[in-house]
């Protein structure tokens, strides 16, 4: 069985860099992705990154592309979301989940096992 767990959420100013993980323990299966999304205070979830597990291939959504970087180690059993010149809209909660997903679509429904989130305040 598949469990995540996110760490490293924080508060930050503006302008300033976070990095998030997520530890994977349990086997994920040919063409599974990891993605990473985001709830801000009040809003939907939303997809902002994702990485398949077999080559290693990211997807961003066009509100993080250029500043946050999904990236992972050598056993692949963490997954890192690099956030850099954060804005005072990413606060909110960051989630990791996995699914079957060979096209890193960002949609919620195709990932089928979630973190339990972890907390980022980006605060003047």
């Known amino acids: 069985q598949v469990q995540l767990v996110e760490s490293g959420g924080g508060s930050v100013h503006p302008g300033g860099s976070l990095r998030l993980s997520c530890s994977v323990s349990g086997k994920l299966g040919e063409h599974y992705a990891i993605g990473w999304f985001h709830q801000a205070p009040g809003e939907e979830r939303e997809g902002i990154a994702s990485m398949s597990h077999s080559d290693g291939t990211t997807y961003y959504s066009e509100a993080v592309e250029g500043r946050f970087f999904i990236a992972r180690d050598a056993a692949k059993s963490r997954v890192f979301l690099l956030m850099d010149d954060l804005r005072l809209e990413d606060t909110g909660l960051y989630y990791c989940?996995?699914?079957?997903?060979?096209?890193?679509?960002?949609?919620?429904?195709?990932?089928?096992?979630w973190g339990q989130g972890t907390q980022v305040t980006v605060t003047s």
């Open positions: 989940a996995t699914g079957y997903n060979p096209a890193l679509r960002l949609w919620e429904q195709v990932y089928d096992t």
